[in-house]
């Protein structure tokens, strides 16, 4: 919503806060008149094109209670994350609104939040950590596995006149029936099916295994209760099924006539170059694994106080992260969570030290981002987007879409959390930076290691006795 939004925050404790928010009148003025123009579109009215009829003419027609209705159940969303923005806040989770009535004409819009928000931590040593990280290497089974793969699209298949085994390809021709009635999708001419694929409904692959070329079989089989088509779920059915072919797979040899065909004059330089991008594999996954450590390491010098609800919240939010990604792929949350055979309250339950460990990131690098004043500038920001677009692929945007792109964010209020983001990853630059890597086994030698505040750690929160 397009105006001016004033909050106030109140600190309620348990890392939970209230903020009052008010919309302006002007601002909820012209939200109403968009939600009026929206419903005008479907109202047929004498006089008026369809989706020409007046916003004051709608408001007549449906009442102006109405309207005000639907404007402020569109608008709140954009609300809430103006209101998040101007207050300063990093909400946890669903909030609780509160909306107590619709306003007057010419009154603005009062509702109130209520929300978790991300505690703040009070840093200890953030620079010159000591931690462990592995040396990147190129195990000889990797290599090998590499070369096999290699090996294995460049295999050629060849005709076999022997009965087809597990592994080798057949080509058949088949006709599926249930109850003798032939359904959709069950029939096929020249198919290439491999032995052992697991590619068709189980059961009929292992049928045909020891048939030869030219015999014919008759292939049962049941669908699973689950099964995609929902018409032939747990139906009994019978293939009409005749082999044509069985081919064998042939691997090249492992020579240098393989390295020849990857662009190698030798086997040598083939395995030389497969081990360097093995290693440089091991390597990016190595960086991330110790970026990560470090900001855990900083956090276990720092002081966060996490209650259970509030990690319940996080994890709360992160299923809702992964509903939503899963719905953009075409997946069903309910059906996911049935593939799961879990319920959304246990993998909620189940993600809750994930969802610690974040927050516990999260506040570490909130806490780093304010000692080290950092603020990001419109031209990082700009950067930023530049790199996200040309990830993505495609025209590359100018400078001038690219600035639009900013002004809608801010005039949406998103633009804050985009800094942050930003403000965040340097903040774990400037932690690696200062970080000290040490070997894994030194790593692992060191925790060990008696000292008098882990023994501190350890007796907290036990009773004493004479023999402790």
């Given amino acids: 919503m397009a105006g001016p939004v004033t909050t106030d925050t109140k600190e309620l404790g348990d890392s939970r806060v209230r903020v009052d928010v008010e919309v302006a009148p002007e601002a909820l003025e012209h939200e109403v008149g968009s939600a009026a123009r929206t419903i005008g579109r479907d109202l047929k ?15 007549q027609r449906v009442g102006r209670d109405a309207v005000l209705d639907e404007a402020v159940r569109r608008a709140l969303p954009g609300c809430y994350e103006q209101a998040v923005s101007d207050a300063g806040i990093a909400a946890v989770g669903d909030p609780q609104l509160d909306l107590p009535e619709l306003p007057e004409k010419g009154s603005p819009l009062q509702f109130t939040i209520e929300v978790a928000v991300r505690p703040k931590a009070v840093l200890g040593d953030y620079k010159g950590l000591e931690v462990g990280r592995r040396e990147p290497e190129a195990n000889p089974d990797e290599v090998d596995a590499e070369i096999e793969r290699l090996r294995e699209s460049a295999a050629s298949l060849e005709n076999a006149d022997r009965p087809a085994g597990k592994g080798d390809f057949v080509v058949v021709d088949f006709t599926g029936t249930v109850d003798g009635e032939p359904f959709e999708g069950g029939e096929a001419r020249g198919y290439l099916l491999e032995l052992g694929s697991g590619r068709l409904v189980e059961g009929f692959e292992e049928q045909l295994e020891g048939a030869t070329p030219g015999e014919d079989r008759e292939v049962r089989v049941t669908f699973p209760d689950d099964y995609r088509a ?29 390295a020849e065909a990857g662009g190698f004059d030798t086997l040598d330089e083939l395995r030389a170059d497969i081990e360097e991008k093995v290693r440089a594999a091991h390597e990016r996954e190595i960086e ?5 450590a470090v900001v855990d390491a900083a956090a276990a ?19 809702a992260n992964t509903r939503r990604r899963l719905e953009s792929q075409g997946i069903p949350a309910d059906r996911y969570l049935e593939i799961a055979g879990k319920t959304e309250e246990e993998l909620v339950h189940e993600a809750e030290p994930d969802a610690e460990r974040a927050l516990r990131r999260e506040s570490v690098l909130a806490a780093v981002v304010e000692a080290e004043g950092m603020d990001i ?15 993505g692929g495609g025209q590359p945007p100018s400078d001038k879409e690219l600035r639009k792109v900013l002004d809608r964010a801010r005039s949406q209020g998103r633009d804050d959390a985009l800094r942050e983001d930003i403000a965040m990853r340097k903040a774990v630059d400037v932690l690696v930076e200062h970080a000290k890597p040490i070997s894994v086994d030194q790593a692992k030698a060191r925790d060990k290691l008696w000292t008098p505040e882990k023994e501190g750690k350890e007796r907290s929160g036990q009773l004493w006795t004479p023999d402790s």
Avoid: N, Q
């Fill in 45 to 59: 009215i004498p006089g008026f094109r369809k989706g020409k009829v007046p916003a004051e003419v709608v408001m």
């Fill in 230 to 258: 929902e018409a032939l779920a747990g139906r009994d059915a019978v293939f009409a099924t005749s082999v044509k072919e069985v081919k064998e797979k042939r691997l090249p040899e492992l020579d240098d006539e393989l």
């Fill in 288 to 292: 991330a694994e110790f970026r990560e």
């Fill in 301 to 319: 010098e720092s002081k966060i106080e996490l209650g259970h609800d509030l990690v319940h919240a996080k994890a709360h939010e992160m299923w």
């Fill in 377 to 391: 500038s419109d031209e990082e920001l700009l950067e930023s987007l530049r790199a996200a677009t040309a990830a």
